[in-house]
């Protein structure tokens, strides 16, 4: 990847970042509130073959006000390391990397990678979701709704972010997913 490619992925991602910090709180209580609608993909039937994946999401259910709340708590800052791992990981990848914003059902963005002909697209709500929920897994099916629990050791004893245990969970999420990228 070129210096000039890196530094647009940078800014795209520092843009992402400064743009939407300030009210990402919002957009993540819409994401947890609109959890029953079907998962949002972006890529047409057409080009589906050339695309790694296409996980859908499941549907994650939330039981409890309590679980709410510290849902609530976690998405923001998953949001945040998510994005700030993925831009330390992929900076020197020779996958090529742009963001989307998307709206539709769940407002939010699919980080695009092309590497010749492999393309892959990932929900950035779906590693959100792997960060805050001890049980949540991506499905082949939309229509699969599980109730999901909150990973209570990315808390501290008083219920406040346990930052030092966000930030390796959400490291260990990137470092997954680009462990399942195709083999180059």
């Not at 609608?37 to 999401?57: G, L, M, T």
């Not at 549907?59 to 998510?82: D, G, H, V």
């Not at 742009?98 to 393309?119: A, D, H």
Request: glycine letters at 2%.
């Amino acid at each position: 990847m070129t210096n000039e490619k890196k530094s647009i992925s940078i800014k795209i991602v520092w843009k992402i970042q400064n743009n939407f910090i300030n009210f990402i709180h919002k957009k993540c209580y819409l994401v947890l509130t609109i959890f029953h609608q079907k998962p949002f993909n972006k890529i047409s039937n057409s080009s589906r073959e050339n695309h790694a994946f296409c996980v859908n999401q499941m549907k994650p259910k939330i039981n409890n006000i309590t679980s709410w709340k510290q849902a609530e708590l976690l998405m923001q800052p998953a949001f945040i390391r998510i994005l700030d791992w993925l831009q330390k990981k992929l900076v020197d990848s020779v996958w090529e990397n742009s963001y989307e914003e998307v709206q539709i059902p769940i407002p939010g963005y699919r980080l695009n990678l092309e590497f010749q002909e492999q393309k892959v697209s990932i929900d950035i709500w779906e590693l959100c979701y792997q960060v805050c929920f001890s049980n949540y897994l991506p499905t082949h099916t939309a229509e699969q709704t599980v109730e999901v629990d909150i990973d209570t050791s990315l808390l501290n004893e008083n219920g406040d972010v346990n930052w030092d245990r966000l930030d390796e969970k959400a490291l260990l999420v990137v470092e997954n997913m680009i462990g399942d990228l195709p083999k180059i």
